[in-house]
């Protein structure tokens, strides 16, 4: 079993940056694949990026795409979500989330196991 705790969240302005964190427990970081997920008010949870055991697979929903980078550190059991040019309708709840996995990034259509509480991101315009 796997606890996971997001930070990192907070107020921005449009254009700007943040870098959220998700610190997991236990010596087994490095058998789950990860992933980021964010829900605004009224809106349903998107899947926004995800990255492989060893970080050689990444995925990025196209609202991210090329703005978002995931990454991880194993030694230090963290995973990171890279937010550069923010844009209002990014302000959501982000939620990080592990899967034990084989090999590769979870797929869309299967669940992940583990979930964080979540860190508010807020962007102003």
């Known amino acids: 079993q796997v606890q996971l705790e997001e930070s990192g969240g907070g107020l921005v302005q449009a254009g700007g940056s943040l870098r959220l964190s998700c610190a997991a427990s236990?010596?087994?970081?490095?058998?789950?694949?990860m992933g980021w997920f964010r829900q605004a008010p009224g809106k349903e949870r998107e899947y926004i990026a995800a990255?492989?055991?060893?970080?050689?697979?990444?995925y990025y929903a196209d609202s991210v795409k090329g703005r978002f980078t995931i990454s991880r550190d194993n030694a230090r059991n963290t995973v990171y979500l890279h937010m550069n040019s923010l844009k209002p309708e990014d302000t959501a709840v982000y939620y990080c989330?592990?899967?034990?996995?084989?090999?590769?990034?979870?797929?869309?259509?299967?669940?992940?196991?583990?979930w964080g509480q979540g860190t508010q991101v807020t962007v102003s315009s």
């Open positions: 990255i492989s055991k060893s970080s050689e697979r990444t």
């Open positions: 989330a592990a899967k034990a996995v084989l090999f590769g990034i979870v797929p869309t259509s299967i669940p992940y196991d583990y």
């Open positions: 236990g010596r087994t970081f490095s058998t789950y694949a």
